[in-house]
């Protein structure tokens, strides 16, 4: 199985509808890490915007869809759009074997914190955004994969990025928005 992964849309219809003209198909699962919302600007455009991306993203009925709620989409502006996030300040996932957390990021900002939380919950993958900018690590035995963001980079090429996950092979593949090019790969050993 496939799932595509992205984090930190910010409002940008046209990051969506490339996303999802392009590399849907590749996936049977897509997981929005959070602020799927908020241009940076509250205004009445970034509404009707927030309107049309969940259209978007819920009509295209052939794939589950989990939302995470981010730090930017809590605003009053969005709250007809509150029943579609997950309010947890994480999801566990156990697939095929391998427990992963996933998160938006803003509450478990350091190091220090996801290792905890990861020791807690007996995972090994922990998987957040909020930063906008994409890595994928081993650190004391845990991996730390961050998708980037497809249409805020924050990295130092300003590269819009998301993920594939292939769950049979345990691969995190790191894709450039524009091209599909592969950045990098990280292998998991269970």
């Not at 241009?39 to 049309?52: F, G």
């Not at 035995?141 to 594939?164: K, M």
């Not at 996950?165 to 269970?190: M, P, R, S």
């Amino acid at each position: 199985m496939n799932i595509l992964i992205f984090s930190d849309l910010h409002g940008s219809y046209d990051t969506l509808k490339l996303l999802k003209d392009k590399f849907f198909t590749l996936a049977d699962e897509i997981w929005c890490l959070g602020d799927i919302f908020y241009n940076y600007k509250r205004d009445a455009v970034a509404t009707e915007n927030a309107k049309a991306l969940i259209s978007n993203l819920n009509t295209y009925i052939e794939k589950k869809i989990l939302y995470i709620q981010g730090n930017c989409d809590g605003y009053k502006e969005y709250e007809d759009f509150q029943d579609h996030f997950n309010k947890e300040p994480y999801v566990l996932k156990e697939i095929n074997g391998l427990k992963l957390i996933l998160s938006h990021g803003h509450l478990q900002e350091t190091d220090e914190h996801k290792i905890t939380l990861l020791t807690e919950l007996d995972a090994k993958v922990i998987i957040s955004g909020h930063t906008h900018i994409y890595s994928m690590d081993i650190k004391s035995g845990f991996a730390f994969i961050n998708p980037g963001s497809p249409s805020v980079p924050r990295d130092a090429n300003s590269i819009g990025t998301f993920i594939i996950f292939n769950t049979d092979k345990k691969k995190f593949t790191l894709h450039e928005i524009n091209t599909g090019d592969v950045l990098q790969e990280l292998y998991l050993i269970k």
